[in-house]
């Protein structure tokens, strides 16, 4: 069974600081891999799918990264804002299914 | 495009009470959708989903059903609720093969 790790499950910075958050998973045989972000009482919100045959993607200040034959993914944040207070989850699909982490809490610090 | 609805936002309901929830897509066909409960501070737990009308499947052994009466539409129900059924309910969808989840707005339940 897949199994999806997210480290660390909480991270504070200043505002302005990149950071990276990791995801590995067990198992190489997946479809694609996103990246999500939750807000305290909300849904899930998509910020990346990558492809199993890609090896990046950006949107804005996001970037992630995806080396499936490791099973490590990275969602790198650049310029930290306050308002990327969240918390983060990885979900790889090998399948039907998808596997989630249990997710980065982040607070960006003014 | 394509869009996903839930509801209700939020429900309160005594013990021993039934549950419905709904949930539905518009924009697409055919989706494979999703039942997910994500008790307080933890992760995600996949409930039910479902390839196709009346296709589901179970994840996890509970008081809860899930029913696929038409295409885009999911419903997730229990004749009487625990305690523990408690938590936020979040529907999502995707397409079958490579695409990605995207997740409706969840519904806080609380049991009393």
């Known amino acids: 069974k897949q199994e999806v790790t997210q480290i660390p499950a909480a991270l504070s910075v200043p505002e302005g600081e990149n950071l990276v958050l990791n995801c590995s998973f067990t198992?190489?045989?997946?479809?694609?891999l996103q990246w999500f972000r939750q807000d305290p009482g909300k849904g899930l919100t998509s910020l990346l799918l990558?492809?199993?045959?890609?090896r990046e993607q950006t949107s804005g200040r996001l970037n992630a990264s995806l080396d499936k034959s490791s099973g490590r993914s990275t969602l790198y944040i650049a310029a930290s804002q306050p308002g990327d207070s969240a918390t983060y989850l990885c979900?790889?699909?090998?399948?039907?299914?998808?596997?989630f982490g249990t997710g980065t809490s982040l607070t960006v610090i003014p | 495009s394509q869009t996903i609805h839930q509801w209700p936002a939020t429900l309160v309901q005594p013990v021993g009470s039934p549950l419905s929830l709904e949930c539905t897509v518009e924009?697409?066909?055919?989706?494979?959708l999703y039942w997910y409960r994500q008790a307080a501070g933890r992760g995600l737990q996949l409930l039910f989903y479902?390839?196709?009308?009346?296709?589901i499947s179970s994840e996890v052994p509970q008081n809860l059903s899930a029913s696929r009466p038409q295409d885009r539409q999911f419903i997730l129900s229990s004749k009487k609720l625990l305690l523990s059924d408690s938590g936020f309910y979040l529907c999502?969808?995707?397409?079958?093969?490579?695409?990605?989840?995207?997740f409706g707005s969840g519904t806080r339940l609380t049991v009393v």
């Open positions: 979900a790889v699909r090998p399948g039907n299914q998808f596997y």
């Open positions: 924009g697409t066909s055919n989706p494979n």
């Open positions: 999502a969808w995707t397409f079958d093969g490579d695409g990605g989840y995207t």
């Open positions: 479902s390839v196709g009308i009346g296709q």
């Open positions: 198992d190489s045989a997946i479809y694609n």
């Open positions: 990558i492809q199993s045959s890609q």
